[in-house]
């Protein structure tokens, strides 16, 4: 699997999981800065998830969940998508939108490796279901519709459900209620950032490639959500919480991530242009993110 290392781009323009404007402008503007970047391997291939209009009047939902319907479609595509381009043996980077992908991403590399580990680099564990969701966010749901938590057709977009075990929290530090108990109930796999910073990146780093041996994990998919850094590096996103990664917890990360078992996938979301500054600092280093996770691993 994977022998080639060319890049499959996938471009998600979405902000329905998010109910908030702005993350809808980041695959393009995304893509146009790597294409320009010569340190950016070469993209083989390029496919556009078509993001419609929201109907007129969107049907309701017993759970109130927000844009429900066109979630579903989206992410359906998104899956199909995904496992064609790693059946395809090529490497994986979507570009988002919210992280409401992460939905349609992770379904197409368990299509592809039913036993795939997955670090989701958040500051939150997105694992509500939709009663235990505050905000009827989709992107606060995706874990849970992966685990096959939730009710709603979520919960049939992943054929296959990943187990609780083969996903791994780097960066979470704000945890719901219905959240918390899922953790301490399942014993899952939660490497806060105070845990992080009391330890070092590099030790978290060794922990995660204990227990990725320890489930016989092959393949990893990264889901890299902006937020999981500190506000004061990266404003430019909606759900901000403090007391984040900083450069120095990054730089560890993707230096080690090589001694993992080998990355398939990366999806990259979040990141909200409209709340960038006039020069762009965060789009920068959106950049500089991308060159060092794919370094290892294209090119
Ligand atoms: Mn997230």
Redesign the pocket.
């Known amino acids: 699997m994977n022998e080639t290392n060319d890049i499959a781009l996938i471009c998600v323009p979405i902000w329905y999981g998010s109910d908030i404007h702005g993350m809808e402008q980041a695959p393009d503007i995304l893509r146009a800065a790597i294409s320009d970047s010569n340190s950016i391997p070469t993209v083989a291939t390029t496919t556009e998830i078509p993001v419609d209009e929201l109907p007129q009047n969107e049907p309701d939902n017993i759970w109130n969940v927000k844009h429900l319907e066109s979630i579903v479609v989206i992410n359906r595509q998104l899956a199909s998508a995904v496992s064609q381009q790693l059946a395809a043996k090529r490497f994986v980077l979507t570009l988002g939108g919210d ?1 409401s992908i992460g939905i349609g991403t992770v379904s197409g590399s368990l299509m592809h490796d039913k036993n795939v580990g997955v670090i989701w680099f ?1 500051a ?1 564990c ?1 694992m509500n279901t939709e009663t235990s969701s505050p905000t009827c966010r989709i ?1 606060g749901m995706p874990i849970a519709a992966l685990m096959g938590l939730c009710q709603s057709p979520l919960n049939d977009i992943p054929t296959c459900h990943i187990k609780p075990e083969n996903i791994f929290w780097v960066g979470a530090r704000d945890l719901d209620p219905g959240e918390q108990e899922l953790a301490e109930r399942l014993h899952l796999h939660i490497y806060s950032t105070k845990h992080i910073h009391q330890v070092g990146m590099k030790a978290v780093m060794e922990e995660l490639r204990k227990e990725m041996t320890k489930q016989g994990i092959e393949h990893l998919h990264l889901s890299f ?1 902006v ?1 999981a850094f500190d506000p004061k590096l990266f404003p430019a996103t909606s759900v901000r919480v403090a007391d984040g990664l900083w450069m120095d917890d990054f730089d560890t990360f993707a230096t080690l991530l090589p001694t993992l078992p080998k990355m398939i996938a990366l999806d990259f ?2 990141y909200n242009p409209l709340l960038d500054n006039e020069q762009k600092d965060c789009e920068q280093l959106a950049v500089l993110f991308l060159k060092q996770l794919l370094t290892a691993y294209v090119g």
Request: hydrophobic share 10%; no cysteine.
């Open positions: 992280h958040d939150h997105d992107h959500d937020d979301v979040e």
